[in-house]
């Protein structure tokens, strides 16, 4: 596991004139619920971080010091995927590079009338399928704030550039981003008025295959080589 940090410097009380894509559901991190739903969520967590070799990676951030509730940090749900596909029809054998963002742990720190101070650990699992060409991908995620009414505040974008070992098809990588900076009016104005979402950039494409819940997997397929070498131990 490899760990970088991004740096943002948000001047979130100027509107920005940016978009979103639209918002159909979130993947939020922490906050309440339960029952049945929650425990088919745990279990997928339990199994993919067995699979993975991240059950024992701790995500959790410090806690900080606050007069009131954070700014709720989320994946937006229609960029929580990265899934290059070099045909029209969506097949495993035709993905290139691929990425998901399976953590995140959020802290955030204000008191009196200061700003809001928000930092962010994000775990990204990335992959190389059968029709990545090389063994390096730079990746482009951003941060965005945004008000209670989803109004965008700010965005910002960030590169993640990757470079897979001899003989892997996928890797992880932790982000830490710091310096969200969310200015208050006054000392009523708490973090709950407040969003942090984060999410790979993505074409309207890629977006349209997140809404629609098709799955490849981060390491979807195997690497041009292996199935090359394949091909011609079948005769193909």
Known sequence: MRRTAAHVAFVASAALTLLLPAAHAFAQTGGGGGGGQQDDEDEKTRKRNEEWGTGGQNLALPQLRNAGPCPYVKVLYDAARYVEMKSPTPASASVGFTGEIEDLSSA????????????ARVLFELGRGPMAGGDHKTYRYWV?????????????YFDLPVTFPV???RVERTEDIFGITIPRADLKVSGANFEVLIGFDVTPEMA???RQGERFRVNAGVTTAQASSAGASTGQ
């Open 108 to 119: 955030c720190e204000y008191k009196n009338d200061q700003p809001i101070k928000v930092q």
């Open 144 to 156: 965005a704030v945004t008000d209670r009414d989803k109004a965008v505040l700010a965005k910002e």
């Open 167 to 169: 003989g892997q098809d």
């Open 208 to 210: 349209d295959f997140n």
